[in-house]
């Protein structure tokens, strides 16, 4: 008889934690940092780590181009100034998302048009379809928690309408829809390497693109001079604007792009071990009453930024979902997460009301989102749990803890009930 921790009884798990840390700081990773502080730690041009990551992430992605970043953040903001959004523009993004896939259009004047999520969690392409207009210019997605969203619908859709496709790649680096890495159907990209992403520079992003222009503007956009004026060639109507650029700088840190020069490396192997992890946790909670997991179509692999459990509080005599998470973390499952900053837009002041911080919003009565609004959205949202990926064969036993540690509460959850 194992009492439940929240009442009483002695947890699953006793240490304190951290239960997982990413990115891996090896040997490798700091002798690369160490070697690249002797080398340069401001680079100016396509040279150096700068160039030699570049590289290989294009060649990991199998794309023509690859621009590195200052931060995710950036390069999303880099892929749209990229695809000419331009002020009034409509560019249609998911409701459920972190708030930088959207965010940056504010900076554009364009209008954020958020589509509802199908049941994945995932944008729904019958909404996009259905929110599509004549001032829409581009769809953007996100492949939710490295799970890869219906990429190949949402191409089809764009090129119906002559639409731009964007992808958000944050949560899935190295995920393959058919064979093909997501990141590699849009007109142009962005990814974050920020900490906790599964490709980490500890803060960092890049945009990837096959199309020239893109490229150009993408420079243009967070760069100038010396890499502009080398990269554009000097009889391209806008190669004038490379001293300048437009006017922000993204550049990355030459150290950051060394420790992500380093994490590529294994970033094969990171996700293959979050495979195994990924499916012996589904496969052991898999008939767990309270849980479901997503599930995952064919030709699909995901990256496993995240394992995100769907919870069924009518399967478990309607145990409201934050009582199920405190005896979670009663039973020191630290690491059992509800997803916070990302989470629907709606929900946000800046989608409610931008007008106090971009004054030009005030002739834009369409950007007045309001709770409730995405009801796919909010209610997946709401019920989601959320698990790390371990990607280490020692952390076993760690995972054996976790699922005992879920099936204990559902075993006994009728004690937290009334
Ligand atoms: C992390 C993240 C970003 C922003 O990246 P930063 O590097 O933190 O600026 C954008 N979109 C998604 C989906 C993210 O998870």
């Given at each position: 008889?194992?009492?439940?921790?929240?009442?009483?009884?002695?947890?699953?798990?006793?240490?304190?934690?951290?239960?997982?840390?990413?990115?891996?700081?090896?040997?490798?990773?700091?002798?690369?940092?160490?070697?690249?502080?002797?080398?340069?730690?401001?680079?100016?041009?396509?040279?150096?780590?700068?160039?030699?990551?570049?590289?290989?992430?294009?060649?990991?992605?199998?794309?023509?181009?690859?621009?590195?970043?200052?931060?995710?953040?950036?390069?999303?903001?880099?892929?749209?100034?990229?695809?000419?959004?331009?002020?009034?523009?409509?560019?249609?993004?998911?409701?459920?998302?972190?708030?930088?896939?959207?965010?940056?259009?504010?900076?554009?004047?364009?209008?954020?048009?958020?589509?509802?999520?199908?049941?994945?969690?995932?944008?729904?392409?019958?909404?996009?379809?259905?929110?599509?207009?004549?001032?829409?210019?581009?769809?953007?997605?996100?492949?939710?928690?490295?799970?890869?969203?219906?990429?190949?619908?949402?191409?089809?859709?764009?090129?119906?309408?002559?639409?731009?496709?964007?992808?958000?790649?944050?949560?899935?680096?190295?995920?393959?829809?058919?064979?093909?890495?997501?990141?590699?159907?849009?007109?142009?990209?962005?990814?974050?390497?920020?900490?906790?992403?599964?490709?980490?520079?500890?803060?960092?992003?890049?945009?990837?693109?096959?199309?020239?222009?893109?490229?150009?503007?993408?420079?243009?956009?967070?760069?100038?001079?010396?890499?502009c004026r080398s990269e554009i060639p000097a009889d391209h109507p806008i190669a004038a604007y490379g001293v300048t650029g437009m006017g922000l700088k993204f550049r990355i840190h030459p150290l950051a792009a060394a420790i992500a020069l380093d994490q590529l490396g294994?970033?094969?192997?990171?996700?293959?071990?979050?495979?195994?992890?990924?499916?012996?946790?589904?496969?052991?909670?898999?008939?767990?009453?309270?849980?479901?997991?997503?599930?995952?179509?064919?030709?699909?692999?995901?990256?496993?930024?995240?394992?995100?459990?769907?919870?069924?509080?009518?399967?478990?005599?309607?145990?409201?979902?934050?009582?199920?998470?405190?005896?979670?973390?009663?039973?020191?499952?630290?690491?059992?997460?509800?997803?916070?900053?990302?989470?629907?837009?709606?929900?946000?002041?800046?989608?409610?009301?931008?007008?106090?911080?971009?004054?030009?919003?005030?002739?834009?009565?369409?950007?007045?989102?309001?709770?409730?609004?995405?009801?796919?959205?909010?209610?997946?949202?709401?019920?989601?749990?959320?698990?790390?990926?371990?990607?280490?064969?020692?952390?076993?036993?760690?995972?054996?803890?976790?699922?005992?540690?879920?099936?204990?509460?559902?075993?006994?959850?009728?004690?937290?009930?009334?």
């Amino acid at each position: 008889m194992k009492t439940l921790a929240l009442n009483g009884g002695n947890p699953v798990i006793s240490n304190a934690g951290p239960h997982f840390s990413w990115p891996p700081i090896t040997e490798s990773t700091t002798e690369a940092v160490l070697t690249q502080l002797t080398k340069s730690v401001s680079i100016y041009n396509r040279s150096g780590v700068i160039a030699e990551l570049e590289d290989r992430l294009k060649e990991y992605f199998d794309t023509k181009h690859a621009v590195l970043t200052s931060s995710g953040t950036a390069a999303v903001h880099s892929a749209y100034m990229s695809m000419f959004i331009d002020p009034g523009d409509e560019v249609i993004v998911p409701a459920y998302t972190f708030l930088a896939t959207a965010t940056p259009l504010f900076q554009l004047g364009a209008v954020p048009v958020l589509a509802d999520s199908d049941k994945t969690g995932n944008v729904s392409v019958s909404d996009v379809e259905a929110h599509i207009t004549d001032r829409t210019t581009a769809i953007m997605v996100t492949h939710l928690w490295g799970i890869p969203a219906d990429v190949q619908a949402l191409r089809t859709l764009a090129d119906e309408h002559g639409l731009a496709l964007l992808e958000d790649g944050s949560h899935a680096h190295g995920a393959l829809v058919d064979g093909v890495k997501v990141g590699a159907f849009g007109n142009a990209s962005a990814f974050s390497m920020n900490g906790p992403k599964p490709l980490s520079a500890g803060e960092g992003g890049f945009v990837l693109t096959d199309d020239d222009e893109a490229y150009y503007r993408v420079l243009l956009h967070g760069h100038y001079n010396k890499r502009c004026r080398s990269e554009i060639p000097a009889d391209h109507p806008i190669a004038a604007y490379g001293v300048t650029g437009m006017g922000l700088k993204f550049r990355i840190h030459p150290l950051a792009a060394a420790i992500a020069l380093d994490q590529l490396g294994s970033l094969d192997n990171y996700l293959a071990r979050r495979e195994v992890t990924a499916n012996y946790l589904r496969q052991e909670l898999g008939h767990v009453p309270g849980i479901k997991f997503p599930e995952i179509q064919d030709g699909v692999r995901p990256a496993w930024y995240g394992l995100p459990l769907t919870y069924v509080p009518e399967e478990l005599g309607g145990l409201p979902i934050e009582r199920f998470h405190t005896a979670l973390l009663a039973e020191g499952l630290h690491e059992i997460d509800r997803p916070g900053s990302t989470g629907p837009l709606n929900q946000l002041p800046l989608f409610q009301d931008p007008e106090p911080m971009f004054p030009h919003y005030s002739a834009r009565a369409e950007v007045a989102y309001r709770g409730g609004q995405f009801p796919v959205a909010e209610q997946v949202w709401r019920n989601t749990l959320k698990l790390p990926v371990w990607h280490r064969l020692e952390d076993l036993p760690l995972i054996d803890n976790y699922i005992e540690g879920i099936r204990k509460v559902v075993d006994r959850h009728t004690e937290l009930l009334g």
